[in-house]
RNA sequence: GUGGCCAUAGUUUAGUGGUAGAAUACAGGACUGUGGAUCCUGUGGCCCGAGUUCGAUUCUCGGUGGCUACCCCA
């Protein structure tokens, strides 16, 4: 046998993986080993020396390969077609956004970690994502944007001037056991309004979240938006009961459109609510008519809010058929001060699909200067629900104006260059992977190409190509000046 | 953080205590200068670990992951 001496030169890492083959006797040797693989690859399949401990290992190596691929919890990819789903919604969003003159914003991924812990209880905090500790600082990723934003307007509040208008959309992550139309992260459209304390500001907020709906297709027959002021909701419980539980209740009239009638009693019972007020409380939030709230305003509290929600309804006549008086809707977050409203489908099928609220406490809990501010939140994930059940999803046309077929080698170069040169102006695809004509066609086929060209000597050579519209099935020569003039 | 259901090719799934079939998708051929149909071929799989067993993809337990409800919430 004639032996060669060939050098090879392998990676530390795969020298590694040998070295385990070699320590568990499979191999004698690595330089064994490697001649083993190198035979194996030759001689093909069938005349593998098969060595059954090394099929196990190899079996191994592509499960723990198989275990890294796994996708955190909570996440989800974007391929091509949702992507562009995604990018149309989003598209939607920013146009009702610029015509209402809000301006984009965007923020870090992750802040201090004590930027982010400061307005929240222990309850928020253990949703954040901190990120290892580098040095003396600690981080944690976006949980939402107002206190990020919060701090931008901070940065700058001297000299923006009011109201300052922004919107944004982008992802935000929180540390939650996932459920339907909740990840961990997700996106999110919103918009923050700083610097005005009139009711004029709420009802440029919701109309814009109104508008951003309506702009996706839905209609009143979809979804509306429960409203709420907090003052009257606060004002008319004091009325009712000593002050203190006030919050209490407050988180339990939030849930109550989840649980049945008893477990409202019962829930109300455990924080020393007496049946009396209890029947009192259901009275109150069950009231429809904004006329009918006022006989139980017996304080300046209650009066001031319910002044605040009348003016907002009026301000929003042109769009009442989407608005809904409902004094249950609390909203959890402790640092809503005046209006608070949730959009829902109109079964109520899904969790809330936009939040938000007035917020005038918050800028001057981060040492800002005291200024009013109001906003709302969107999800996305619960939004697509509804999108996908009412058949709005937008569909993408992103098929190519043209396939360029090549016949043979002869021509691909020329194919090339006419590919490049379309491309100037059309979305143009190109076979790449030497298929026959017919699979070429097929291929055209599958991916809605329009026109396809095909590249082919005979024609090549008086300067021409043919054209095939995929449509009509027509087929005609076009020369190469006026294929790119025609484009 | 708590509970329920589930885990088999890329996807949807059938099935079994003796290591697995289908449909679809993908690649190719029939048809090397013409697509959507049809036929054929190929690629590709039992989530991980421990236990019971001669033998586990199947049974048991644990883990991981998915879905979902609760908690909480923009």
Redesign the pocket.
Known sequence: MVMETLQIRLTKGLIAEIQKLVDKDIYSSISEAVRDSVRRLVLGKEDKIVVPEAKEVQ??I??EI??QL???????DFYPEEMATRKAIFRKFMAVAERYNFKQIETPAFENLSLLTQKE?E??K??IFTLEKRGEEEFGLR????VPAARMFIEKQKELSRPVKWFYLTR?W?Y????????RE?Y?F?TELFGSNKPEADAEVISLLIDSFRALGLTEKDFFVKVNNRKLLQGLLEGVIEKGDIFEII?VI??KS??TDDEFDEELKRIKVNEENINKIKTIINIKDINEIKEYCNNDLSKEGLEELKSILNLLKGKKEFLRIDLSTA??????TGIVF?AYDKNEK???L????RYDKLIEMFNGEPTPAT?????Y??LS?LLKEKGLIPTIDSSPDYFI?I??DEVREKAIEIASNLRKKCKVEIDL??????????????I??KK?I?V?????KEGK??V????????EEVSLDNLFKNT
């Not at 992977?433 to 599958?446: C, D, E, I, S, V």
């Open positions: 079996e191994k592509k499960k198989k275990k796994q996708k955190p919890t909570g996440t989800i209880g309850e928020i253990q949703q949980f939402d944007i107002t935000m929180r939650e056991r996932p459920q339907q139309g909740r990840l997700f999110q919103g988180s939030d849930k989840k649980i909203r959890g977050l402790a640092y809503y949730e899904y969790r809330a936009a939040g938000g609220g906003g709302f939140g969107m999800g994930a619960t629900l077929a016949i043979n992977m030497q298929r026959n004509l017919g699979n070429q066609f097929k291929f055209a086929n599958k809605g190409a396809v095909i082919g000597p005979d024609e090549l190509v043919k095939k519209d995929m449509e009509t099935r027509k087929e």
